[in-house]
């Protein structure tokens, strides 16, 4: 059963533009989600999370917007840059006090087209 | 510091036989948790080790079992392997008592079990 989902595989971009990265969940009691990126032969890297109990959380070009009532949280990177070119993926912990054990979205490849 | 590392990079198994794979940690760090990607699929947690202690398991059968060691570093031993455990294994280490967003991944081992 994946709780955390992310529906498209692949994302393509113009630099400059806004890509927009979605992520569905189906659990009501997860109250902590993460995004991360993964370039090839290299591990998923932290970029940013959310807590429940805000709706948006920014840091530099990244924005993750949290809609609690849909079970669904996107990244915006704007303006996106060819270095941004990874798979993401969205994340969350099943719960207070279970450590790291976080259940991942399927990811999605974006390209962004200098 | 460094950072967390795994091996070995690749591996190449058949049918039946085992494997053990091998992740040191990130200094500092007394956690361990392993993941399984298949292609195209997101992280799927396998177990956590704190402490030398299995500290919480995801929905993987018994023939997936760990190690943890005093100096935190860890083994992920797989018997009996079919085709199906063909994928990446990503180890990440963190602080039991640090942030949730302070997980870092290894590159991943590529195992292929034909």
């Known amino acids: 059963d994946q709780q955390v989902k992310q529906n498209s595989p692949s994302l393509s971009v113009q630099e400059g533009r806004i890509s927009i990265l979605n992520c569905d969940y189906t659990n009501s009691m997860f109250d902590y989600f993460l995004w991360y990126k993964k370039y090839p032969a290299e591990g998923p890297t932290f970029l940013i999370s959310?807590?429940?109990?805000?709706d948006k959380n920014e840091d530099g070009r990244f924005t993750v917007f949290l809609n609690k009532s849909a079970k669904h949280l996107s990244l915006h990177i704007v303006p996106s840059q060819p270095g941004d070119s990874a798979v993401y993926f969205c994340?969350?912990?099943?719960?207070?006090?279970?450590?790291?054990?976080?259940?991942f979205g399927t990811g999605t490849s974006l390209t962004v087209i200098p | 510091e460094t950072g967390v590392t795994q091996s070995p990079t690749h591996l190449i198994k058949t049918r039946g036989q085992q494997v053990t794979l091998r992740c040191s940690s990130q200094s500092g760090h007394n956690t361990v948790s392993w993941y399984q990607q298949a292609l195209g699929q997101g992280p799927q947690f396998i177990f956590q080790y704190y402490r030398e202690e299995e500290n919480g398991r995801g929905n993987f059968p018994p023939r997936f079992s760990g190690l943890q060691f005093p100096n935190y570093s860890s083994e992920l031993n797989v018997n009996a392997l079919e085709l199906d455990d063909s994928a990446l294994y990503l180890c990440?280490?963190?602080?039991?008592?640090?942030?949730?967003?302070?997980?870092?991944f290894g590159p991943g081992t590529r195992l292929t079990v034909l």
């Open positions: 994340a969350a912990p099943p719960g207070m006090n279970t450590g790291n054990q976080f259940y």
């Open positions: 990440a280490s963190s602080l039991a008592t640090g942030e949730m967003n302070e997980q870092f």
């Open positions: 959310i807590s429940s109990i805000k």
